[in-house]
Protein backbone atom coordinates (compact mmCIF):
# COMPACT_ATOMS: atom_id res chain seq x y z
CA UNK A 1 0.00 0.00 0.00
CA UNK A 2 1.52 3.71 -0.97
CA UNK A 3 0.02 6.76 0.88
CA UNK A 4 1.16 9.73 -1.09
CA UNK A 5 4.13 7.52 -2.43
CA UNK A 6 5.12 6.12 0.75
CA UNK A 7 4.72 2.46 1.88
CA UNK A 8 2.49 2.66 4.62
CA UNK A 9 -1.21 1.46 5.55
CA UNK A 10 -2.09 3.55 8.52
CA UNK A 11 -4.02 7.49 8.09
CA UNK A 12 -4.15 10.49 10.49
CA UNK A 13 -7.77 10.04 11.98
CA UNK A 14 -7.82 13.84 11.01
CA UNK A 15 -8.33 12.23 7.30
CA UNK A 16 -11.38 13.88 5.79
CA UNK A 17 -12.03 10.81 4.15
CA UNK A 18 -12.88 9.20 7.60
CA UNK A 19 -14.45 12.05 8.79
CA UNK A 20 -16.38 13.33 6.63
CA UNK A 21 -16.35 10.38 3.05
CA UNK A 22 -14.71 13.57 2.09
CA UNK A 23 -12.67 12.16 -1.07
CA UNK A 24 -13.02 9.97 -4.18
CA UNK A 25 -12.09 6.31 -5.03
CA UNK A 26 -11.72 3.97 -7.68
CA UNK A 27 -11.14 0.07 -8.39
CA UNK A 28 -9.29 -0.78 -11.03
CA UNK A 29 -9.18 -4.12 -12.66
CA UNK A 30 -5.26 -4.99 -13.25
CA UNK A 31 -3.98 -7.39 -15.93
CA UNK A 32 -0.33 -8.32 -17.03
CA UNK A 33 0.84 -5.50 -14.68
CA UNK A 34 -0.83 -2.91 -16.00
CA UNK A 35 -4.14 -0.96 -14.47
CA UNK A 36 -7.29 -1.25 -17.31
CA UNK A 37 -8.75 1.57 -18.25
CA UNK A 38 -7.22 3.96 -17.02
CA UNK A 39 -7.59 6.86 -18.84
CA UNK A 40 -11.28 6.42 -17.62
CA UNK A 41 -10.98 6.04 -14.22
CA UNK A 42 -9.01 9.24 -14.20
CA UNK A 43 -11.31 10.92 -16.39
CA UNK A 44 -14.11 10.21 -13.67
CA UNK A 45 -11.29 10.87 -10.64
CA UNK A 46 -11.01 14.42 -12.58
CA UNK A 47 -14.27 15.05 -13.09
CA UNK A 48 -15.07 14.19 -9.10
CA UNK A 49 -12.01 16.69 -8.08
CA UNK A 50 -13.39 19.68 -9.60
CA UNK A 51 -17.07 18.85 -8.12
CA UNK A 52 -15.47 18.43 -4.88
CA UNK A 53 -13.61 21.19 -5.01
CA UNK A 54 -10.74 19.57 -4.60
CA UNK A 55 -6.93 20.55 -6.47
CA UNK A 56 -6.68 18.05 -9.43
CA UNK A 57 -4.15 15.25 -8.56
CA UNK A 58 -1.09 14.71 -10.77
CA UNK A 59 -2.19 12.07 -12.91
CA UNK A 60 1.38 10.90 -14.21
CA UNK A 61 2.23 10.77 -10.79
CA UNK A 62 -0.57 8.63 -9.85
CA UNK A 63 0.17 6.42 -13.06
CA UNK A 64 3.40 5.70 -12.07
CA UNK A 65 2.67 4.51 -8.33
CA UNK A 66 -0.09 2.53 -9.55
CA UNK A 67 2.51 0.94 -12.17
CA UNK A 68 4.88 0.37 -9.19
CA UNK A 69 1.98 -1.53 -7.23
CA UNK A 70 0.85 -3.77 -10.14
CA UNK A 71 4.33 -5.03 -11.31
CA UNK A 72 4.26 -8.69 -11.43
CA UNK A 73 0.81 -8.94 -11.05
CA UNK A 74 -0.82 -11.41 -13.56
CA UNK A 75 -4.68 -10.23 -12.06
CA UNK A 76 -5.54 -8.02 -9.31
CA UNK A 77 -7.44 -5.09 -8.07
CA UNK A 78 -5.65 -1.82 -7.68
CA UNK A 79 -7.91 0.68 -5.40
CA UNK A 80 -7.58 4.36 -5.33
CA UNK A 81 -8.47 6.64 -2.82
CA UNK A 82 -7.96 10.15 -3.01
CA UNK A 83 -9.38 12.16 0.05
CA UNK A 84 -9.14 15.81 1.03
CA UNK A 85 -6.67 15.67 3.39
CA UNK A 86 -6.44 16.20 6.87
CA UNK A 87 -8.53 19.20 8.55
CA UNK A 88 -10.13 20.60 11.55
CA UNK A 89 -13.03 19.56 13.18
CA UNK A 90 -15.94 21.24 11.75
CA UNK A 91 -17.36 20.42 8.14
CA UNK A 92 -15.54 23.54 6.48
CA UNK A 93 -12.87 22.23 3.98
CA UNK A 94 -8.65 22.91 5.16
CA UNK A 95 -7.45 25.88 3.42
CA UNK A 96 -5.01 24.95 2.23
CA UNK A 97 -6.36 21.50 1.22
CA UNK A 98 -3.20 18.78 0.79
CA UNK A 99 -5.06 15.68 -0.78
CA UNK A 100 -4.20 12.25 0.70
CA UNK A 101 -3.94 9.45 -2.05
CA UNK A 102 -4.00 5.97 -0.88
CA UNK A 103 -3.29 3.02 -3.20
CA UNK A 104 -3.34 -1.04 -2.35
CA UNK A 105 -3.50 -3.30 -3.94
CA UNK A 106 -6.08 -6.41 -3.53
CA UNK A 107 -6.79 -10.36 -4.72
CA UNK A 108 -8.77 -10.63 -7.99
CA UNK A 109 -12.10 -11.78 -6.54
CA UNK A 110 -12.89 -15.48 -7.99
CA UNK A 111 -16.47 -15.25 -8.98
CA UNK A 112 -17.85 -18.15 -10.40
CA UNK A 113 -17.33 -19.35 -13.95
CA UNK A 114 -20.92 -19.59 -14.21
CA UNK A 115 -21.55 -15.75 -13.54
CA UNK A 116 -20.30 -15.31 -16.99
CA UNK A 117 -21.94 -18.38 -18.71
CA UNK A 118 -25.11 -19.03 -16.88
CA UNK A 119 -25.77 -15.67 -15.48
CA UNK A 120 -26.11 -13.92 -12.41
CA UNK A 121 -29.32 -14.27 -9.98
CA UNK A 122 -30.61 -11.09 -8.97
CA UNK A 123 -32.77 -9.63 -7.01
CA UNK A 124 -34.82 -5.76 -5.95
CA UNK A 125 -32.79 -4.44 -2.24
CA UNK A 126 -34.83 -2.60 0.14
CA UNK A 127 -32.03 -0.19 0.36
CA UNK A 128 -33.00 2.88 -1.11
CA UNK A 129 -30.15 4.54 -3.44
CA UNK A 130 -30.49 9.20 -3.10
CA UNK A 131 -31.08 11.82 -5.29
CA UNK A 132 -28.56 14.37 -5.46
CA UNK A 133 -27.77 15.65 -8.78
CA UNK A 134 -24.57 17.60 -7.68
CA UNK A 135 -22.96 14.26 -6.30
CA UNK A 136 -24.76 11.81 -8.90
CA UNK A 137 -22.43 9.91 -11.33
CA UNK A 138 -19.27 10.73 -9.07
CA UNK A 139 -17.49 7.68 -7.35
CA UNK A 140 -17.21 9.23 -3.84
CA UNK A 141 -16.86 8.06 -0.42
CA UNK A 142 -20.16 8.14 0.98
CA UNK A 143 -21.44 4.85 0.14
CA UNK A 144 -23.59 3.42 3.19
CA UNK A 145 -25.90 2.66 0.83
CA UNK A 146 -24.15 0.47 -1.10
CA UNK A 147 -22.73 -1.14 2.11
CA UNK A 148 -26.81 -1.66 3.18
CA UNK A 149 -27.97 -3.06 -0.20
CA UNK A 150 -24.79 -5.77 -0.46
CA UNK A 151 -25.79 -6.70 2.74
CA UNK A 152 -28.87 -7.43 1.79
CA UNK A 153 -27.62 -9.53 -0.94
CA UNK A 154 -25.67 -11.37 1.00
CA UNK A 155 -28.37 -12.78 3.39
CA UNK A 156 -30.73 -13.18 0.34
CA UNK A 157 -27.59 -15.56 -1.00
CA UNK A 158 -28.18 -13.19 -4.50
CA UNK A 159 -25.41 -12.52 -6.67
CA UNK A 160 -26.74 -8.86 -7.05
CA UNK A 161 -29.35 -7.08 -5.79
CA UNK A 162 -30.87 -3.53 -8.31
CA UNK A 163 -31.43 -0.28 -5.86
CA UNK A 164 -34.35 1.68 -7.10
CA UNK A 165 -34.67 5.65 -5.52
CA UNK A 166 -37.83 6.50 -3.82
CA UNK A 167 -39.30 7.26 -7.27
CA UNK A 168 -38.95 3.73 -7.93
CA UNK A 169 -36.79 3.95 -10.97
CA UNK A 170 -34.00 1.18 -10.95
CA UNK A 171 -30.70 2.90 -11.00
CA UNK A 172 -28.07 0.73 -10.30
CA UNK A 173 -26.61 -3.16 -8.61
CA UNK A 174 -25.27 -2.96 -4.77
CA UNK A 175 -22.12 -2.57 -7.28
CA UNK A 176 -22.59 -2.47 -10.57
CA UNK A 177 -24.30 -0.48 -13.63
CA UNK A 178 -27.07 -2.62 -15.96
CA UNK A 179 -28.24 -2.41 -19.34
CA UNK A 180 -31.72 -3.96 -20.45
CA UNK A 181 -32.19 -5.47 -23.96
CA UNK A 182 -35.70 -5.03 -25.48
CA UNK A 183 -36.38 -6.12 -28.96
CA UNK A 184 -32.62 -5.33 -29.90
CA UNK A 185 -32.71 -1.83 -28.39
CA UNK A 186 -30.17 -1.49 -25.40
CA UNK A 187 -31.59 0.53 -22.16
CA UNK A 188 -29.63 2.11 -19.18
CA UNK A 189 -30.49 3.70 -16.26
CA UNK A 190 -30.77 7.69 -16.87
CA UNK A 191 -27.64 8.68 -13.70
CA UNK A 192 -27.95 12.36 -13.50
CA UNK A 193 -29.32 12.54 -10.30
CA UNK A 194 -28.33 9.37 -8.62
CA UNK A 195 -25.86 6.52 -9.16
CA UNK A 196 -22.37 6.06 -10.01
CA UNK A 197 -21.38 6.34 -13.84
CA UNK A 198 -19.02 3.70 -14.34
CA UNK A 199 -16.74 3.42 -16.80
CA UNK A 200 -17.80 -0.06 -18.21
CA UNK A 201 -20.91 1.58 -18.52
CA UNK A 202 -19.35 4.57 -20.67
CA UNK A 203 -17.40 1.95 -22.27
CA UNK A 204 -20.57 -0.31 -23.54
CA UNK A 205 -22.24 2.85 -24.53
CA UNK A 206 -19.62 3.97 -27.09
CA UNK A 207 -19.17 0.37 -28.15
CA UNK A 208 -23.17 0.22 -29.17
CA UNK A 209 -22.45 3.61 -30.83
CA UNK A 210 -20.11 2.02 -33.02
CA UNK A 211 -21.80 -1.21 -33.40
CA UNK A 212 -24.73 0.89 -34.41
CA UNK A 213 -27.24 -1.08 -31.36
CA UNK A 214 -29.99 1.62 -30.67
CA UNK A 215 -29.26 2.43 -26.99
CA UNK A 216 -31.80 4.67 -24.42
CA UNK A 217 -30.46 6.05 -21.54
CA UNK A 218 -33.38 6.97 -19.71
CA UNK A 219 -35.67 6.38 -16.35
CA UNK A 220 -36.41 2.52 -15.84
CA UNK A 221 -39.00 0.95 -13.65
CA UNK A 222 -39.12 -2.52 -12.36
CA UNK A 223 -42.23 -3.36 -14.67
CA UNK A 224 -39.61 -2.23 -18.02
CA UNK A 225 -36.82 -4.99 -16.39
CA UNK A 226 -38.92 -7.39 -16.00
CA UNK A 227 -40.54 -7.17 -19.61
CA UNK A 228 -36.90 -6.83 -21.42
CA UNK A 229 -35.44 -9.79 -23.44
CA UNK A 230 -32.59 -9.58 -21.43
CA UNK A 231 -30.35 -7.63 -18.54
CA UNK A 232 -26.68 -7.86 -18.17
CA UNK A 233 -24.55 -6.44 -15.51
CA UNK A 234 -20.99 -4.09 -16.03
CA UNK A 235 -18.54 -3.12 -13.29
CA UNK A 236 -14.46 -3.02 -13.27
CA UNK A 237 -13.62 -6.09 -12.00
CA UNK A 238 -16.51 -8.11 -13.02
CA UNK A 239 -16.79 -6.81 -16.85
CA UNK A 240 -19.42 -7.24 -18.67
CA UNK A 241 -22.26 -10.23 -16.80
CA UNK A 242 -25.36 -12.13 -18.16
CA UNK A 243 -28.27 -11.98 -15.82
CA UNK A 244 -29.94 -15.24 -15.83
CA UNK A 245 -32.83 -14.71 -13.58
CA UNK A 246 -34.31 -11.23 -11.76
CA UNK A 247 -36.74 -12.24 -8.77
CA UNK A 248 -38.54 -14.72 -10.97
CA UNK A 249 -38.17 -13.87 -14.33
CA UNK A 250 -35.99 -16.01 -16.38
CA UNK A 251 -33.98 -14.10 -19.34
CA UNK A 252 -32.08 -15.08 -22.34
CA UNK A 253 -28.92 -14.50 -22.46
CA UNK A 254 -28.25 -15.21 -26.29
CA UNK A 255 -30.56 -11.73 -26.81
CA UNK A 256 -27.49 -10.01 -25.47
CA UNK A 257 -25.39 -8.68 -28.53
CA UNK A 258 -22.63 -10.90 -29.25
CA UNK A 259 -20.26 -8.53 -31.00
CA UNK A 260 -20.94 -5.49 -27.90
CA UNK A 261 -20.19 -8.54 -25.61
CA UNK A 262 -17.16 -9.78 -26.56
CA UNK A 263 -15.79 -6.57 -27.76
CA UNK A 264 -16.50 -4.88 -24.25
CA UNK A 265 -15.10 -8.04 -22.34
CA UNK A 266 -11.53 -7.21 -24.61
CA UNK A 267 -11.49 -3.51 -23.90
CA UNK A 268 -12.37 -4.69 -20.04
CA UNK A 269 -9.28 -6.29 -19.62
CA UNK A 270 -6.88 -3.39 -21.69
CA UNK A 271 -5.14 -1.05 -20.22
CA UNK B 1 -6.60 11.00 21.07
CA UNK B 2 -8.32 8.07 21.86
CA UNK B 3 -8.27 4.36 19.66
CA UNK B 4 -10.19 1.43 21.01
CA UNK B 5 -9.34 3.05 24.22
CA UNK B 6 -5.48 3.08 23.75
CA UNK B 7 -3.82 6.91 22.82
CA UNK B 8 -3.01 6.95 19.40
CA UNK B 9 -4.05 9.40 15.87
CA UNK B 10 -3.72 6.86 12.84
CA UNK B 11 -6.16 4.11 12.31
CA UNK B 12 -5.47 1.37 9.57
CA UNK B 13 -6.45 2.16 6.14
CA UNK B 14 -8.45 -1.19 5.81
CA UNK B 15 -11.48 0.61 7.95
CA UNK B 16 -14.44 1.31 6.44
CA UNK B 17 -15.09 4.59 8.29
CA UNK B 18 -12.36 6.07 5.27
CA UNK B 19 -13.20 3.13 2.67
CA UNK B 20 -17.22 4.21 2.72
CA UNK B 21 -18.18 6.27 5.54
CA UNK B 22 -19.49 3.00 7.08
CA UNK B 23 -19.73 4.08 10.35
CA UNK B 24 -21.46 6.78 13.41
CA UNK B 25 -20.34 9.74 14.84
CA UNK B 26 -20.87 12.01 17.67
CA UNK B 27 -19.91 15.95 18.76
CA UNK B 28 -20.08 16.55 22.45
CA UNK B 29 -19.78 19.88 23.84
CA UNK B 30 -17.71 19.43 27.05
CA UNK B 31 -18.08 21.48 29.78
CA UNK B 32 -16.32 21.78 32.96
CA UNK B 33 -14.44 18.79 32.54
CA UNK B 34 -17.84 16.70 32.14
CA UNK B 35 -19.46 16.04 28.25
CA UNK B 36 -22.90 17.62 27.87
CA UNK B 37 -26.36 15.96 26.88
CA UNK B 38 -24.69 12.15 27.26
CA UNK B 39 -27.48 10.24 27.29
CA UNK B 40 -29.22 11.57 24.21
CA UNK B 41 -26.16 11.45 22.11
CA UNK B 42 -25.62 7.75 23.26
CA UNK B 43 -29.38 6.67 22.42
CA UNK B 44 -28.97 8.26 18.92
CA UNK B 45 -25.51 6.34 18.49
CA UNK B 46 -27.33 3.39 19.74
CA UNK B 47 -30.26 4.06 16.98
CA UNK B 48 -27.74 4.35 14.61
CA UNK B 49 -26.01 1.39 15.61
CA UNK B 50 -28.82 -0.74 15.05
CA UNK B 51 -29.81 0.71 11.59
CA UNK B 52 -26.11 -0.21 9.93
CA UNK B 53 -26.34 -3.41 11.60
CA UNK B 54 -23.40 -2.96 13.60
CA UNK B 55 -22.90 -4.62 17.20
CA UNK B 56 -24.15 -2.19 20.16
CA UNK B 57 -21.23 -0.81 21.75
CA UNK B 58 -20.39 -0.60 25.17
CA UNK B 59 -21.44 2.88 26.24
CA UNK B 60 -20.34 2.62 29.79
CA UNK B 61 -16.64 2.24 28.22
CA UNK B 62 -17.41 4.70 25.80
CA UNK B 63 -18.11 7.10 28.54
CA UNK B 64 -14.61 6.22 30.80
CA UNK B 65 -12.79 6.83 27.89
CA UNK B 66 -15.21 9.89 27.35
CA UNK B 67 -14.23 11.34 31.20
CA UNK B 68 -10.45 10.56 30.35
CA UNK B 69 -10.45 12.71 27.58
CA UNK B 70 -12.38 15.57 29.28
CA UNK B 71 -10.39 15.70 32.79
CA UNK B 72 -9.53 19.27 33.56
CA UNK B 73 -11.22 20.75 30.56
CA UNK B 74 -13.51 23.77 31.22
CA UNK B 75 -15.24 24.26 27.61
CA UNK B 76 -14.20 21.55 24.68
CA UNK B 77 -15.83 19.69 21.85
CA UNK B 78 -15.54 15.74 22.30
CA UNK B 79 -16.27 13.87 18.35
CA UNK B 80 -16.65 10.16 19.04
CA UNK B 81 -16.81 8.07 15.62
CA UNK B 82 -17.62 4.59 15.86
CA UNK B 83 -16.44 3.22 12.15
CA UNK B 84 -17.56 -0.63 11.55
CA UNK B 85 -13.42 -1.27 11.90
CA UNK B 86 -11.54 -2.90 9.22
CA UNK B 87 -12.61 -5.02 6.02
CA UNK B 88 -11.51 -6.68 2.67
CA UNK B 89 -12.30 -4.48 -0.51
CA UNK B 90 -15.52 -4.23 -1.71
CA UNK B 91 -18.86 -2.97 0.17
CA UNK B 92 -19.91 -6.52 1.88
CA UNK B 93 -19.75 -5.92 5.60
CA UNK B 94 -17.02 -8.24 7.61
CA UNK B 95 -18.27 -11.07 9.68
CA UNK B 96 -17.18 -10.74 11.94
CA UNK B 97 -17.25 -7.10 12.13
CA UNK B 98 -14.93 -5.47 15.10
CA UNK B 99 -16.32 -2.06 15.33
CA UNK B 100 -13.35 1.19 15.80
CA UNK B 101 -13.79 3.45 18.52
CA UNK B 102 -11.86 7.80 18.19
CA UNK B 103 -12.64 9.70 20.56
CA UNK B 104 -11.03 12.82 19.92
CA UNK B 105 -10.83 16.05 21.84
CA UNK B 106 -11.03 19.70 20.11
CA UNK B 107 -10.88 23.21 21.31
CA UNK B 108 -13.87 24.92 21.94
CA UNK B 109 -15.14 27.19 18.79
CA UNK B 110 -15.04 31.12 19.62
CA UNK B 111 -18.20 31.82 17.87
CA UNK B 112 -19.00 35.55 18.21
CA UNK B 113 -20.81 36.72 21.22
CA UNK B 114 -22.89 38.81 18.75
CA UNK B 115 -24.53 35.43 17.68
CA UNK B 116 -26.31 35.04 20.61
CA UNK B 117 -27.56 38.58 21.44
CA UNK B 118 -27.68 39.92 17.63
CA UNK B 119 -28.31 36.82 16.12
CA UNK B 120 -27.15 34.81 12.58
CA UNK B 121 -26.81 35.72 8.90
CA UNK B 122 -28.19 32.95 6.74
CA UNK B 123 -28.74 31.93 3.09
CA UNK B 124 -30.06 29.39 1.35
CA UNK B 125 -27.35 27.37 -0.15
CA UNK B 126 -27.33 25.66 -3.65
CA UNK B 127 -26.21 21.97 -2.69
CA UNK B 128 -29.14 19.84 -1.98
CA UNK B 129 -29.81 16.79 1.03
CA UNK B 130 -30.46 14.09 -0.78
CA UNK B 131 -33.99 11.51 0.67
CA UNK B 132 -33.61 8.66 2.28
CA UNK B 133 -35.61 7.37 4.15
CA UNK B 134 -33.59 4.25 5.90
CA UNK B 135 -31.00 6.81 6.94
CA UNK B 136 -32.50 9.78 7.76
CA UNK B 137 -31.97 10.97 11.22
CA UNK B 138 -28.87 9.43 11.77
CA UNK B 139 -25.02 10.80 12.43
CA UNK B 140 -23.37 8.78 10.16
CA UNK B 141 -20.21 9.23 8.09
CA UNK B 142 -21.68 10.18 4.75
CA UNK B 143 -21.34 14.20 4.94
CA UNK B 144 -20.48 15.16 1.77
CA UNK B 145 -23.74 17.14 1.26
CA UNK B 146 -22.63 19.38 4.36
CA UNK B 147 -19.22 19.37 3.52
CA UNK B 148 -19.98 21.28 0.04
CA UNK B 149 -22.73 23.16 1.96
CA UNK B 150 -20.35 24.60 4.43
CA UNK B 151 -18.28 25.93 1.41
CA UNK B 152 -20.66 27.54 0.27
CA UNK B 153 -21.65 29.30 3.58
CA UNK B 154 -18.03 30.39 3.92
CA UNK B 155 -17.66 31.70 0.22
CA UNK B 156 -20.68 33.25 1.20
CA UNK B 157 -19.51 34.43 4.33
CA UNK B 158 -22.65 33.86 5.86
CA UNK B 159 -22.73 32.42 9.64
CA UNK B 160 -25.43 29.51 8.37
CA UNK B 161 -26.91 28.42 5.12
CA UNK B 162 -29.95 26.52 5.20
CA UNK B 163 -30.56 23.59 2.59
CA UNK B 164 -33.40 22.39 0.68
CA UNK B 165 -34.10 18.75 -0.66
CA UNK B 166 -34.79 18.35 -4.21
CA UNK B 167 -38.86 18.93 -3.45
CA UNK B 168 -38.05 22.35 -2.45
CA UNK B 169 -38.50 21.55 1.36
CA UNK B 170 -35.90 23.33 3.93
CA UNK B 171 -34.82 20.35 5.75
CA UNK B 172 -31.64 21.88 7.88
CA UNK B 173 -28.54 24.11 8.28
CA UNK B 174 -25.33 22.97 7.33
CA UNK B 175 -24.17 22.17 10.45
CA UNK B 176 -27.37 22.78 12.97
CA UNK B 177 -31.46 22.06 12.93
CA UNK B 178 -33.47 24.97 12.61
CA UNK B 179 -36.88 26.58 14.15
CA UNK B 180 -39.20 28.57 12.83
CA UNK B 181 -41.66 30.98 15.46
CA UNK B 182 -44.90 31.53 13.72
CA UNK B 183 -48.09 33.53 16.05
CA UNK B 184 -46.55 32.06 18.77
CA UNK B 185 -46.46 28.23 17.48
CA UNK B 186 -43.51 26.03 16.86
CA UNK B 187 -42.07 24.65 13.54
CA UNK B 188 -39.73 22.44 12.56
CA UNK B 189 -38.67 20.15 9.69
CA UNK B 190 -39.91 16.79 9.72
CA UNK B 191 -36.67 14.41 9.37
CA UNK B 192 -38.29 11.23 8.23
CA UNK B 193 -36.64 11.49 4.69
CA UNK B 194 -33.55 13.32 5.07
CA UNK B 195 -31.35 15.48 7.84
CA UNK B 196 -30.15 14.70 11.26
CA UNK B 197 -32.01 14.12 14.33
CA UNK B 198 -30.11 16.73 16.58
CA UNK B 199 -30.21 16.12 20.00
CA UNK B 200 -30.64 19.96 20.88
CA UNK B 201 -33.61 19.62 18.52
CA UNK B 202 -35.08 16.63 20.43
CA UNK B 203 -34.20 18.88 23.26
CA UNK B 204 -36.46 21.97 22.11
CA UNK B 205 -39.28 19.76 21.12
CA UNK B 206 -39.61 18.23 24.55
CA UNK B 207 -39.27 21.54 26.80
CA UNK B 208 -41.95 22.78 24.20
CA UNK B 209 -44.23 20.14 25.05
CA UNK B 210 -43.31 20.55 29.04
CA UNK B 211 -43.75 24.34 28.77
CA UNK B 212 -47.18 24.07 26.63
CA UNK B 213 -46.15 25.80 23.11
CA UNK B 214 -47.61 24.40 20.35
CA UNK B 215 -45.10 22.65 18.00
CA UNK B 216 -45.68 21.34 15.00
CA UNK B 217 -42.93 19.02 12.79
CA UNK B 218 -43.72 19.16 9.08
CA UNK B 219 -42.44 19.97 5.47
CA UNK B 220 -41.44 23.60 5.42
CA UNK B 221 -40.86 25.64 1.91
CA UNK B 222 -38.76 28.46 1.62
CA UNK B 223 -41.99 31.02 1.91
CA UNK B 224 -42.85 30.00 5.01
CA UNK B 225 -39.27 30.81 6.54
CA UNK B 226 -39.86 34.13 4.79
CA UNK B 227 -43.38 34.66 6.40
CA UNK B 228 -41.96 33.38 10.07
CA UNK B 229 -41.79 35.91 12.93
CA UNK B 230 -38.59 34.26 14.19
CA UNK B 231 -36.07 31.33 13.44
CA UNK B 232 -33.57 30.04 15.57
CA UNK B 233 -30.95 27.19 14.85
CA UNK B 234 -29.86 24.38 17.62
CA UNK B 235 -26.75 22.21 17.47
CA UNK B 236 -24.82 20.16 20.33
CA UNK B 237 -22.05 23.03 19.81
CA UNK B 238 -23.61 26.02 19.02
CA UNK B 239 -26.47 25.34 21.32
CA UNK B 240 -29.29 27.59 20.37
CA UNK B 241 -28.65 30.71 18.62
CA UNK B 242 -31.06 33.31 17.13
CA UNK B 243 -31.53 34.04 13.59
CA UNK B 244 -30.96 38.11 12.63
CA UNK B 245 -31.32 37.42 9.12
CA UNK B 246 -32.23 35.01 6.09
CA UNK B 247 -31.92 36.14 2.58
CA UNK B 248 -33.25 40.16 2.84
CA UNK B 249 -35.68 38.87 5.38
CA UNK B 250 -34.89 40.14 8.87
CA UNK B 251 -36.81 38.76 11.87
CA UNK B 252 -37.43 39.79 15.74
CA UNK B 253 -35.34 37.74 17.73
CA UNK B 254 -37.75 38.97 21.02
CA UNK B 255 -40.32 36.18 19.59
CA UNK B 256 -38.15 33.26 20.40
CA UNK B 257 -40.01 32.34 23.51
CA UNK B 258 -37.60 33.33 26.18
CA UNK B 259 -38.34 30.70 28.79
CA UNK B 260 -37.52 28.01 26.13
CA UNK B 261 -34.41 29.29 25.13
CA UNK B 262 -33.18 30.10 28.67
CA UNK B 263 -34.57 26.45 29.52
CA UNK B 264 -32.87 24.76 26.78
CA UNK B 265 -29.28 26.85 26.89
CA UNK B 266 -28.89 25.62 30.49
CA UNK B 267 -29.92 21.86 29.66
CA UNK B 268 -27.26 21.91 26.71
CA UNK B 269 -24.64 22.52 29.33
CA UNK B 270 -25.36 19.96 31.56
CA UNK B 271 -24.27 16.65 31.22
Redesign the interface.
Known sequence: ?L?NGKPD??????????????GL?E?LAVNQGRPCLWRRHMARLGRGESV??MPASDKQLLEQEALSLCEGRDQA?L?I?L?RGSG??????PSPCAPRR?L?I?PW?DYPRTWYTEGLRLGIC??????????AGLK????????????EC?EARLDECLMMD?GKRVICG??SNFFMVRDDTLYTPDLT?SGITGVVRELVIELARQLSIPLLITDLDLQSLLDADALFVTSSVMGICPVAVLDKRRYDLERIPIELRRRAEQACMAS
Open positions: MIDRIACSDRGLQYGDFTLGVKITGRGYARISHPQTRIGRNSQLHLNRLEQVLARSQESQH
